[in-house]
């Protein structure tokens, strides 16, 4: 069974300084796809990112980042010149490719941001 | 930009009653999902729906729980005799096909309380 791990359950970072989340995950598989998502205190889930697994480029948007490692089976989320609106708890979710393959998600990453 | 919606935000229930949240995914999708997130835990999958038929269910998903696509639009989750233990905020996701059909996107999600 696939698992995801988040090794951070919290993280504080300045308002325009850059953090970096962790995440690890395990599987057998070699084609799949990586998912950060952020769930403010609305608890509604917004996707921040994704990456396919098949490509070597870490994907990015505006101000967030990874940086996939595949042999590594990490995945680590970079958000520069952080913003107060960036404060929520991230989880990073892992889906096997496939029909209709469900998310693992990890426990998630609590990221408070500092005025 | 399309969007998951779920009804109703909020509902308050007797444990023993009957309970029905709904979702009507976003269009043209075809991949349906039902998640809960039990307050401070990570996000669970409770069954993936495709075809009008369940593709995958989670060892959570027993005879209580039944999902149902009434419609073109509409897809629901009941959950028979309601416990104190599914208090838990419930999330509808939906996903498409082809290049973008990689990615699940979530309602804003169905609390659940349980009294």
């Known amino acids: 069974a696939q698992t995801v791990t988040q090794s951070q359950p919290e993280m504080s970072v300045q308002e325009a300084e850059t953090v970096t989340l962790s995440c690890t995950y395990d599987t057998s598989e070699s084609d799949y796809y990586l998912f950060w998502y952020k769930q403010p205190p609305s608890r509604q889930m917004i996707l921040v990112i994704r990456q396919e697994a098949y490509k070597q480029q870490n994907a990015t948007e505006n101000r967030f980042s990874v940086n996939f490692q595949k042999a590594a089976k990490s995945f680590s989320l970079k958000i520069s010149d952080s913003q107060l609106g960036d404060a929520a708890m991230y989880f990073c979710?892992?889906?096997?490719?496939?029909?209709?393959?469900?998310?693992?998600f990890g426990s998630g990453t609590q990221l408070t941001v500092l005025p | 930009e399309p969007e998951v919606t779920q009804t109703p935000s909020h509902q308050v229930t007797q444990m023993g009653q009957e309970v029905i949240l709904r979702c009507v995914p976003i269009?043209?999708?075809?991949?349906f999902y039902w998640y809960r997130q039990i307050l401070g835990q990570k996000v669970e999958f409770l069954v993936s729906?495709?075809?009008?038929?369940?593709?995958?269910k989670s060892e959570i998903f027993d005879d209580q729980f039944s999902v149902e696509r009434p419609d073109g639009s509409n897809f629901t989750l009941k959950i028979r005799s309601t416990k104190l233990e599914d208090s838990a905020m419930y999330f509808c996701a939906s996903r498409g096909t082809g290049d973008y059909g990689n990615t699940i996107y979530f309602g804003e999600g169905s609390w659940l309380t349980v009294v």
């Open positions: 729906f495709y075809n009008n038929e369940i593709s995958e």
């Open positions: 979710a892992y889906r096997k490719s496939g029909s209709a393959r469900q998310l693992t």
């Open positions: 269009s043209n999708h075809l991949y």
